[in-house]
């Protein structure tokens, strides 16, 4: 914190930490979608589990402006 300077504005000072701080998402996409793609199904947990799973990923993956559709088309 002492090395951030000071500033009479939250607002300036949120834009501050923001600069300094701000890490790329590359890692967390790239986390996600190995998730997204390498999850199985497993037997001993329920496929509510897992489907919320799945949808717990693709939220967080439109958050980083990354679209997966809903459905997949069959080839």
């Given at each position: 914190m002492s090395s951030l300077p000071e500033t009479t504005s939250a607002k300036e000072f949120f834009i501050i930490v923001k600069k300094r701080y701000h890490l790329t998402d590359n890692a967390e996409?790239?986390?996600?979608?190995?998730?997204l793609t390498s999850s199985r199904?497993?037997?001993?947990k329920s496929v509510r589990d897992y489907i919320m799973k799945m949808?717990?990923?693709?939220?967080?993956l439109k958050t980083h402006e990354i679209p997966i559709p809903d459905e997949v088309p069959c080839t």
């Open positions: 996409v790239g986390y996600l979608m190995n998730e199904y497993n037997i001993t949808m717990h990923i693709q939220t967080k």
